[in-house]
């Protein structure tokens, strides 16, 4: 997908029409989980799947060698951040955040999760930064705005 058709969902996201912003939010999603083609969309399928059946060691170490083996493929870290956040490991998670917006900087999913891993560690004030930055990108996220409001009232 070129920049120009990236740039028009990105701007969809700030739609009023709950449709269209829903359409570009999957757009969005598959273009990440795609980016590396159907191998790349296999291999974070099958971390999933073990994630899922309790496997999260195995699921580590599949993510781990994608990355090794892929280390643009922003969708890899996103997925090892959540893998990391499920399993409490959030100094892991924030870094692989922050590794995901290194290539992503317009990523909901990992600004989203720079904000709940800042307050897992207690830093509300980098969660309240992370969740503004994602409604920047999707500004009809409520999930964003209630937890910010939520870290705003524990400073």
Request: proline share 3%; net charge negative.
């Amino acid at each position: 997908m070129d920049g120009g058709a990236v740039e028009q969902l990105l701007e969809d996201l700030k739609n009023s029409e709950p449709r269209v912003r829903d359409r570009a939010t999957q757009s969005l999603w598959e273009l990440w989980f795609w980016q590396k083609g159907a191998t790349g969309l296999e291999q974070l399928q099958r971390s999933q799947e073990l994630l899922e059946t309790g496997k999260p060691e195995a699921a580590e170490q599949l993510l781990n060698q994608l990355i090794e083996q892929l280390p643009d493929f922003a969708e890899a870290w996103n997925r090892r951040a959540v893998l990391y956040y499920t399993q409490h490991k959030y100094t892991e998670a924030l870094q692989d955040c922050k590794a995901t917006l290194q290539l992503v900087p317009f990523h909901f999913g990992a600004l989203h999760g720079l904000g709940l891993c800042h307050a897992a560690l207690g830093d509300y004030r980098a969660a309240i930064q992370a969740f503004h930055e994602a409604l920047n990108v999707q500004p009809y996220a409520l999930i964003n705005q209630k937890l910010m409001l939520e870290c705003q009232a524990l400073l």
